[in-house]
């Protein structure tokens, strides 16, 4: 009866916004929920640490487990078989099984949420016709995602629903994100191949490249990237900086809640507040890079960090500590996509050169969480945080250094 014709185009971008918005939902409810499984599976915070590692490792396979089975059965079969793991998997953690249960299904979340991120960026960057607005309108759609999860957690506790509705309504979202790849028009060559889609999300570590800006690709290996500097300064700083990023937003609702001063529904919302000011930051960062210094960017973005960092573990006040986690997440924004650009002259033409600076910071967002996780059931979670302090002047040393070599990063 009703013949509309939809335009290939929409049927291939749609379902990847569409799909980044639930997955930036999804992020954020490990951290907002974690606080709840907690309580509830009666864990300890080395474990739940560990299970903040466990899903930061699986994304990390992401994109080594992508190629490998895109080259079996497909890009559109393999995206739609893994990014089903991002329902499954939350119906299993809201059964909380055994923690030995828990750590692989945490790890298969992860594996699908990397997937998501790997298709989305090559997608949307090679069907943008060269022009960076599409990429920047994806990661929006992430934060737009990252802003709702947490306000949703606290409309549902509120209501007195419980966590698990609220992993049961983003689950039931993951779905449909699931479906709309099924519904996808991908055609052959429509997007760039594995080869070309080295991870590297700024959301999380994983995408393209491309998306960064730094002109990584397919080309001739860079032979010399491991023997300049600027390769390790930058890899150590993100390595530094992703590791206090998975731990802001796995570990601070947990954080506030156990000083006491403000509910867990103020402490959910504030992670909202976040996000709000990293979309602020990134709009800021677009419009700064084009004016200043990349390399004097981040080390002035990493001195901002550190003050409102020192800010928010001084205080109990609850307005400083609001004004404080604002300011961090501003900062916060665009420290890894620019420190991955402060590095692209080194990485450039080397696929390798890219995914091994990838890999080293992605390792800081493992290792670090469970650290904060060990120390905390040692010394409580507010002694634990403290820890987050040698991120915070190692950012500061090594942008500062690398604003002095800014010559040789180009």
């Keep these: 009866m009703f013949n509309i014709k939809i335009p290939d185009r929409f049927r291939l971008l749609f379902p990847c916004y569409f799909a980044f918005f639930v997955s930036g939902a999804m992020v954020l409810l490990v951290g907002t929920t974690l606080p709840y499984i907690i309580e509830e599976a009666g864990i300890n915070y080395s474990v739940a640490g560990g299970l903040l590692s466990a899903f930061a490792i699986g994304n990390l396979l992401a994109s080594f487990v992508n190629p490998v089975i895109s080259r079996l059965i497909g890009r559109k079969r393999t995206i739609v078989m893994l990014s089903s793991l991002v329902p499954l998997s939350w119906f299993i953690v809201t059964l909380l099984p055994p923690v030995a249960v828990l750590y692989p299904v945490f790890v298969l979340l992860g594996i699908g949420r990397g997937s998501v991120s790997i298709i989305n960026n090559a997608v949307v960057n090679d069907n943008s016709d060269g022009k960076p607005a599409a990429l920047n309108l994806l990661h929006m759609t992430f934060a737009a995602g990252a802003l709702l999860s947490p306000l949703l957690t606290s409309l549902y506790i509120g209501a007195g629903f419980g966590w698990r509705a609220v992993a049961y309504t983003i689950a039931a979202a993951s779905v449909l994100a699931t479906a709309g790849y099924a519904w996808m028009k991908i055609t052959p060559g429509g997007y760039a191949g594995e080869e070309g889609t080295s991870a590297a999300d700024t959301e999380t570590g994983t995408g393209t490249g491309a998306e960064t800006g730094t002109g990584a690709g397919m080309g001739t290996e860079n032979a010399v990237y491991y023997k300049n500097p600027v390769f390790y300064i930058m890899g150590f700083l993100l390595f530094l900086y992703l590791g206090l990023e998975n731990c802001v937003n796995g570990w601070f609702v947990t954080y506030f809640k156990s000083m006491g001063i403000m509910s867990g529904t103020y402490a959910t919302n504030l992670v909202s507040v976040t996000w709000i000011m990293v979309m602020l930051g990134r709009l800021a960062t677009a419009k700064l890079s084009k004016v200043i210094d990349k390399n004097r960017l981040i080390f002035t973005y990493c001195i901002a960090t550190a003050a409102f960092f020192l800010l928010l573990i001084a205080t109990h006040n609850l307005y400083v500590i609001t004004f404080a986690i604002a300011g961090l997440g501003f900062f916060f924004a665009g420290i890894y ?74």
């Design 337 to 410: 996509p620019t420190g991955v650009s402060c590095a692209g002259s080194v990485l450039k033409g080397s696929d390798t050169a890219m995914s091994m600076l990838l890999a080293i910071a992605a390792l800081g967002g493992i290792i670090t969480p469970q650290i904060v996780g060990i120390l905390a059931d040692y010394s409580g979670m507010a002694a634990a945080i403290t820890v987050l302090l040698v991120n915070v002047a190692g950012m500061l040393i090594l942008s500062g250094v690398g604003m002095k070599k800014g010559g040789t990063s180009g």
